[in-house]
């Protein structure tokens, strides 16, 4: 077979620590696919911890169908440089142009990962592969990248160049499918080989503050891996530059320096102008802002908003309506950062905006007021049955093509939660032209509670509404009494009756509980047939009447 070429590009190393590039071949550590079960799953963490890298750990994704599996056929057994038997890969199974798999290498504090080789292996009939491949170090950033083609009916080698991240930091492998390769399922690695190295490279590993939150002194901390006397550390805080090296113990590579921030700041401490890490404290945080209902009611259109905010104490703790600022410090528990209070919900939709020493780190909840039937906006009834319709009428709308009407559960948001029933104003769920003046119905709705409310723009702006109402179940009629009587100690009721329903009839001395259930009722008949369009049934009371006595009538089908 006539040598392909390969296309290798290594980018110079960016980020805050940078890699190291070594020149022989190394590699402590070269797995295999040898000896693996055949069309598996390549477990999530193969690989971790071997003999040769016992502070590497290893971690695969995806795995399983569409991921990692492990594979051995006659069709994968293509020699390469490293390649032992060429008997067991990993495949890359339904390997379709622009998926990616990766593998990640996290080392122990105090070592490095080096990347050397991988080899690719493509199955017989399989067509050239094109793999976009990089390597990223997680403090380091992008280390290298490339692309290998991989010839189909053989196998190749991918060289990384003993490529190293620092500062303990973990590798990722991320191999993507280039356009234009060949059939999916096809594609293999095998001889992934690795080692790990002491760090010997200063480097920032920690950096910390006693407190999250401005306004107050605070200890800010931090520790060098492997210090030496040549390095030089730096504060910024976005304002200035501050030389810390003489605050750092440059023999255990600890140090810490106090600050006094009045507002929120982000600090940057750098080594040696290249490796930093970051951290930011506020002047405030609301945390949370809660309401206790969704749609304020009338009389009082009021809800209770209770909170949380950091830090505890704020000096200044505010709620915004949209058209006032409301101090609720006072409301605000300065030993937990708790509050809570009763606010009028002045609009149809309020948002409710909590902070804390005006930080701008906010917190929001929404909640709706409850609106009358008007000409611009009306419902046909408050209340209607599971198998009633309900009309929502509109006047003098700017009747957009994409305005809409939606009917949602008392306890929904627009936005949050999706509508119960909707429509655009021209009455289908395709957007188009509607009418300013016009009506739509809706039906089907189950037992609850419900607002309807029109919005605009495909959007959760309520334009009109929301105006509540009530479904509930239909109530059977009650049976209409036609008369009673007395004769010596015989009562008769008499009462409205069906043909082909039978009745069963009911006594006690009260109304309350349930006469099918309760034992204060006595069933007088149990099935009493019904004699047309009346039908009465005659109670013996006996030489001594009760004083009073109450009956219900049940009334269903004949058997």
Not at 75 to 96: F, I, K, R
Not at 273 to 278: K, L, Y
Not at 286 to 310: F, H, I, K, M, N
Request: with cysteine.
């Amino acid at each position: 077979m006539k040598p392909r070429s390969f296309r290798h590009h290594r980018l110079a190393a960016i980020g805050a620590a940078g890699c190291a590039l070594a020149n022989a071949l190394h590699a402590a550590s070269l797995l295999t696919g040898t000896g693996l079960a055949n069309n598996q799953d390549v477990p999530a963490t193969y690989g971790s911890y071997l003999t040769g890298t016992p502070n590497i750990g290893i971690d695969w994704s995806p795995v399983g169908n569409g991921g990692w599996q492990t594979y051995s056929e006659a069709g994968w057994t293509h020699p390469s440089a490293l390649n032992e038997t060429g008997t067991g890969v990993y495949q890359m199974d339904e390997a379709d142009p622009g998926k990616a798999y990766q593998i990640v290498f996290s080392p122990d504090e105090g070592f490095n990962v080096l990347l050397s080789s991988v080899d690719f292996n493509v199955y017989t009939g399989g067509g050239d592969f094109h793999i976009d491949w990089t390597v990223t170090g997680s403090s380091s950033g992008a280390l290298a990248s490339g692309v290998h083609d991989a010839p189909t009916d053989g196998a190749s080698t991918l060289s990384f160049g003993n490529l190293t991240g620092s500062v303990a930091e973990e590798l990722t492998l991320v191999l993507k499918i280039g356009s234009g390769s060949g059939t999916n399922s096809y594609l293999a690695i095998d001889n992934l080989a690795f080692d790990q190295v002491a760090d010997t490279e200063p480097g920032l590993t920690h950096f910390a503050s006693d407190s999250a939150y401005a306004g107050r002194p605070l200890t800010l901390s931090w520790t060098i891996a492997n210090p030496n006397p040549a390095v030089k550390v730096t504060l910024s805080d976005g304002v200035s530059v501050t030389d810390v090296t003489a605050n750092t113990n440059l023999t255990t590579g600890d140090g810490s320096l106090q600050v006094s921030p009045l507002e929120s700041t982000t600090y940057t401490l750098s080594l040696d102008g290249a490796n930093s890490m970051q951290l930011t404290v506020l002047i405030g945080e609301a945390l949370g802002l809660t309401s206790s209902t969704q749609l304020a009611t009338a009389p009082d259109y009021q809800t209770l908003l209770s909170w949380e905010v950091r830090p505890v104490d704020a000096g200044l703790v505010t709620i915004s309506d949209g058209s006032q600022l409301i101090d609720v410090t006072a409301d605000t528990d300065p030993l937990t950062g708790l509050g809570s209070r009763l606010f009028s919900v002045p609009g149809p939709a309020t948002t409710f905006t909590l902070d804390a020493n005006e930080s701008g780190h906010t917190a929001q909840v929404q909640v709706l007021r409850e609106q009358a039937n008007s000409g611009a906006f009306s419902i046909s009834s408050s209340s209607i049955t599971t198998e009633e319709t309900l009309t929502v009428s509109w006047t003098g709308a700017a009747a957009g093509p994409t305005d809409w009407v939606g009917i949602y559960r008392r306890t929904d948001l627009p936005g949050l939660v999706p509508s119960a029933q909707w429509n655009y104003l021209n009455g289908t769920q395709t957007a188009g032209a509607a009418a300013a003046d016009g009506s739509l119905t809706f039906s089907g709705l189950p037992a609850g509670d419900y607002y309807a409310a029109l919005l605009v723009d495909d959007g959760y702006e309520i334009a009109q509404g929301p105006i509540l109402f009530t479904v509930t179940e239909p109530q059977d009629p009650a049976i209409r009494v036609v008369s009673t009587s007395m004769t010596g100690s015989d009562f008769t009721l008499t009462w409205e009756s069906k043909e082909g329903f039978d009745y069963d009839i009911y006594a006690s001395a009260g109304l309350e509980g349930d006469p099918q259930v309760d034992p204060s009722w006595q069933r007088l008949e149990f099935a009493w047939p019904s004699a047309g369009a009346t039908t009465s049934y005659t109670e013996h009371l006996g030489s001594s009447p009760p004083a009073r006595r109450f009956y219900r009538v049940y009334e269903f089908p004949s058997f």
